[in-house]
Each structure stands twice: as structure tokens, then as C-alpha cells.
């Protein structure tokens, strides 16, 4: 399974100094891939639509993650406005977004 998320948006964004997080999850522990392919299924990730959320009227500010993720020959994303509204999403981005926190992971 392969992950990438990108947040986007908000005040004093710089797109260059926001890089996307990718994962691969042949590159983590086995108990780490595990715990975010079980994120990925019970947000019924691939059954979500491509966007979710929406900015409240007059927000010039906006933040959202675009979430892509592909696995066994699917690929789906799906952009979501912060404050995320799906429990289950919510759940998988703060789960990914751990790595960001804590570096690349490595090979082994």
C-alpha cells in the first residue's frame, strides 16, 4: 500500500515548505503497516468521496488534506476540509501524519 498526504491551505502557506508525506508500507514494521491498512478499511477509504467538507462561507483561510492512497491496483483521494468531520478519516491522517512528526521511516 502506498500513502501520500499533503495538507494544503491556511494562513501563510508556503507550498514548498509543506512537502508531501509518502509512505510505503513495505517500508514500516510489519505492526505499523498493519495498524494503517486497518485505519484505511475502517474508514472505508476507497467507498469515500473525493472531496469532503467544505470551507464556511467567507474563509479566506482555509486548511484541508488531500489523502491519496493506492492499493491492489486501486487509487483513489479524497480532499477533506479541516476540522475533518469523519471520525474514521480524522483517525487515519493523525495516524500518518505521526511520521511526519517522526521523520522518514526507514528500511530496515
Known amino acids: 500500500m502506498h500513502i501520500e498526504l499533503v495538507r494544503t491551505g491556511g494562513?501563510?502557506?508556503?507550498?514548498?515548505?509543506?512537502?508531501?508525506?509518502?509512505?510505503?508500507?513495505?517500508?514500516?514494521?510489519?505492526?505499523a503497516a498493519q495498524h494503517l491498512s486497518t485505519l484505511v478499511e475502517a474508514a472505508?477509504?476507497?467507498?469515500l468521496p473525493a472531496c469532503l467538507g467544505r470551507a464556511p462561507p467567507g474563509a479566506a483561510d482555509c486548511q484541508s488534506y488531500?489523502?491519496?492512497?493506492?492499493h491492489a491496483g486501486?487509487?483513489?483521494?479524497?480532499?477533506?476540509?479541516?476540522?475533518?468531520?469523519?471520525?474514521?478519516?480524522?483517525?487515519?491522517i493523525q495516524a500518518i501524519e505521526q511520521y511526519r512528526r517522526r521523520g522518514p521511516p526507514?528500511?530496515?
Open 44 to 47: 472505508d477509504f476507497f467507498h
Open 66 to 70: 488531500r489523502l491519496t492512497i493506492e
Open 106 to 108: 526507514s528500511a530496515g
Open 11 to 31: 494562513i501563510a502557506f508556503f507550498p514548498g515548505l509543506n512537502r508531501p508525506l509518502v509512505l510505503d508500507l513495505e517500508c514500516l514494521e510489519p505492526a
Open 74 to 92: 486501486l487509487r483513489h483521494s479524497v480532499q477533506a476540509t479541516i476540522p475533518l468531520q469523519h471520525p474514521a478519516l480524522a483517525a487515519l
